[in-house]
């Protein structure tokens, strides 16, 4: 991530403590990526090694998070929409994504394969890509308050 993107990250947790998690240890990475079958995207991951699940514009889930995010994890949300969509059929590149957020609905937000941040969105059936990358979707999201 851009050490600029760092800095405002880290200056509006230390104003909003509540909004940080625990940073994510190198273990508890490599664990998820196994459990998971996946690997993390670099940004993402340096984001939760920086501040855990975090208020970055919207929710993004770790292992630890905020007090004020909720306490499902990433391996949770990829689990529960990997079992959702298997059970009915759709979005089969769930598999080989990573849940790191949803859209308030409970529709997941994964970052896929491509490192492109993707709604699955249950209800019409459809896709949404919302940024080419994690960074790029931070980037776009994130406002000081």
């Known amino acids: 991530m851009k050490q600029e993107t760092?800095?405002?990250?880290?200056?509006?947790f230390?104003?909003?403590?509540?909004?940080c998690g625990k940073a994510a240890s190198h273990k508890e990475i490599e664990d998820a990526e196994k459990e998971l079958d996946v690997v993390m995207d670099k940004d993402y991951?340096?984001?939760i090694e920086n501040f855990g699940g975090a208020y970055a514009g919207l929710d993004i889930h770790a292992f630890s998070n905020g007090s004020s995010i909720g306490k499902e994890t990433v391996i949770e949300l990829t689990n529960n929409a990997r079992s959702i969509c298997n059970e009915v059929d759709i979005f089969p590149e769930?598999?080989?994504?990573?849940?790191?957020?949803?859209?308030?609905?409970g529709n997941p937000i994964a970052v896929v394969?491509?490192?492109?941040?993707?709604?699955?969105?249950?209800?019409?059936?459809e896709r949404q890509i919302l940024a080419d990358s994690f960074e790029k979707l931070i980037d776009e999201n994130f406002f000081e308050w």
């Open 14 to 19: 230390q104003k909003n403590p509540t909004l």
């Open 94 to 105: 769930i598999n080989e994504s990573l849940v790191i957020a949803d859209d308030g609905s």
């Open 6 to 12: 760092l800095k405002r990250l880290c200056a509006f």
């Open 45 to 47: 991951r340096e984001f």
């Open 113 to 125: 394969p491509d490192g492109k941040v993707v709604l699955f969105d249950y209800d019409v059936g």
